[in-house]
């Protein structure tokens, strides 16, 4: 019964059919795992809320569940030696449980970050797992369909995210709600997933395989392949500037997806006063986009038999639309139709590049070592989760004015549409005055100062200031004092908040320009036709090897 529960490899290299059926397999349990993972950032305003959580303590959660993932992703290494299924298979189930029962349940904002740390580590687990199990079902010639589809994972795990949410929060308030969803999707997956998913066995897998037509060949190497000296030192082969270079590039070239992830949903509700739903909606746009880019550009790759021209074609066209997307942010009055645009070409772009890039790093990987494919995602899933980390524990210190905004904005919000009239006025008033008043309401001169204000700054005559001034009386003391500690700093934080998320978008930027130089230092060629003279001397080569296999053995004569 154990063996049954965790020996999943085959002795024998699957046909076309139960190859696809693997793949399928592999990019539903990633799509379902990136859902759950990024599920939060459809409701953070609530969950902020709910747990009176600051921002800055929730970009710690963030960066302490990345944290965590990045040491996943280093035991996920493991996968080389211990295989691949077993780890996204109870990595599936542990995510999903923690979805559907921890976060709902937790009851304070350290058991939040606790659950949500779980399934950060599961997620690094996942990220080296799922590409890996993509790589030893896909040769080379199809390699970069592969990829488009796995990068559906990611993506198509935003896009239910943001499906899901703008269609299910205008009737399913409780944040909650949201996270019982993505659980309990994940379990429904799982069981799906749990009695059909399969993996090679370690002398299939570790070798590179350029077209279905080197089964035999694969099998024939399998039996003979020393698997233990292949997989020696697998640290010390796959820790070259290569792999670590090629990995921070695409780490910072990803820093606009990161912030998408986490950061739409507030940066659109907070800068242009969409609601929560609208925000999400334009996360359709983005991953759906995306989605059907990476499918597309994929196949493409794999008939032209190039990755590094769409990976550069891609990035270039990735920094115009992110520099264009940058300067709407001190457009206040754009609208929502002008953003799904924008929004669906960048996150197009970015497809475009990204998922090449993958197909190229994993034949990069090969060259190497095809033995130590999962150590050296290992090394790149690590790298990634570090460049996310750091990414946002700079994003508080270039965006300063998310912490007010964030914080006390709902509730300066609630109060304003409570009372609109009295917030106004209060506004007019200057704050040293609204501090004397706190201190002391029959402070005479502080009144006379609050109404010259008042008259000054509405234009109305001293009656109507008077009559202002008493209105504003009447709203309730708590709901005085937090206008009065809070609202001028609201105030001053949305009026520098453009600016500033401007900056930020520059970055992402930068880090796009910063990815380019990269591109050269992985496998393949820039040219068709230099790609097509080595796929015509590698057929060769196995035709050739194929025909010794194919000889009989040489009689052995007696004496």
């Known amino acids: 019964m154990i063996r049954r529960l965790f020996h999943r490899e085959l002795d024998h290299y699957p046909g076309a059919a139960r ?45 302490v569940s990345n944290a965590f993932g990045a040491l996943a992703s280093l035991v996920a290494g493991l996968a080389d030696r211990w295989g691949r299924a077993n780890i996204a298979l109870w990595g599936l189930l542990a995510a999903s449980l923690t979805t559907a029962l921890g976060i709902p349940n937790a009851t304070s904002r350290v058991g939040y970050a606790a659950m949500v740390s779980v399934v950060g580590f599961v997620e690094g687990l996942v990220l080296v797992a799922t590409p890996a199990l993509v790589r030893d079902f896909s040769p080379q010639l199809g390699r970069g369909r592969a990829m488009g589809f796995w990068t559906l994972g990611p993506v198509l795990g935003s896009l239910t995210v943001s499906e899901v949410a703008s269609n299910t929060l205008p ?13 309990v999707v994940g379990l429904a997956v799982f069981v799906v997933a749990f009695p059909a998913l399969r993996e090679l066995s370690a002398g299939l897998r570790d070798q590179l395989m350029v077209s279905t037509k080197e089964r035999a060949l694969l099998e024939a190497r399998a039996r003979g392949i020393d698997v233990r000296a292949a997989l020696a030192r697998p640290w010390r082969q796959m820790l070259g500037p290569r792999v670590l270079v090629s990995s921070l590039g695409v780490g910072v070239f990803l820093l606009i997806y990161y912030a998408a992830v986490g950061f739409f949903v507030i940066y659109f509700t907070s800068v242009f006063g969409f609601s929560q739903a609208q925000a999400n909606g334009l996360g359709n746009w983005f991953w759906a986009a995306d989605a059907v880019t990476v499918v597309v550009v994929g196949l493409v790759s794999d008939a032209v038999g190039v990755r590094k021209p769409f990976v550069v074609a891609g990035t270039l066209a990735a920094v115009v639309m992110t520099a264009i997307f940058a300067t709407r942010a001190t457009h206040p009055d754009t609208s929502y139709d002008t953003f799904v645009v924008l929004i669906s070409v960048l996150s197009a772009s970015r497809g475009f590049a990204y998922a090449p890039w993958m197909a190229a790093f994993t034949e990069t990987l090969e060259r190497r070592n095809p033995a130590l494919v999962a150590t050296g995602l290992a090394v790149w899933g690590w790298v990634l989760r570090v460049v996310v980390a750091v990414s946002f524990l700079v994003i508080p210190a270039v965006v300063t004015s998310a912490s007010p905004v964030v914080d006390f904005g709902p509730r300066l919000q609630a109060i304003t549409a409570a009372y609109p009239a009295q917030v106004r006025t209060l506004r007019q008033i200057d704050p040293a005055t609204l501090a004397a008043l706190r201190a002391d309401r029959s402070d005479h001169a502080a009144i006379a100062r609050a109404l010259a204000e008042i008259e000054a700054k509405a234009g109305v005559p001293p009656a109507q200031a008077v009559s202002r001034l008493v209105a504003l009386s009447r709203v309730p003391q708590a709901d005085r004092a937090y206008l009065a500690a809070h609202g001028h700093q609201v105030l001053a934080a949305r009026a520098a908040a453009p600016a500033q998320w401007r900056r930020w978008w520059w970055v992402c930027v930068g880090g796009e320009v910063a990815f380019l130089p990269t591109v050269a230092l992985l496998a393949g060629r820039w040219r068709r036709s230099a790609a097509r003279r080595d796929r015509e001397a590698h ?16 009689a052995v004569v007696g004496t």
């Open 539 to 554: 057929q060769a080569a196995v035709e050739a090897e194929l025909a010794r296999l194919a000889e009989p053995a040489p």
């Open 171 to 183: 009737h399913l308030h409780p944040w909650q709600d949201q996270f019982h969803i993505a659980g």
């Open 19 to 63: 190859r696809s059926g693997y793949l399928a397999l592999v990019v539903l349990t990633t799509v379902v795992l990136y859902y759950q993972q990024y599920v939060g950032g459809s409701v953070s305003p609530s969950v902020l809320a709910h747990f009176q959580m600051s921002f800055r303590f929730y970009l710690s959660v963030i960066v």
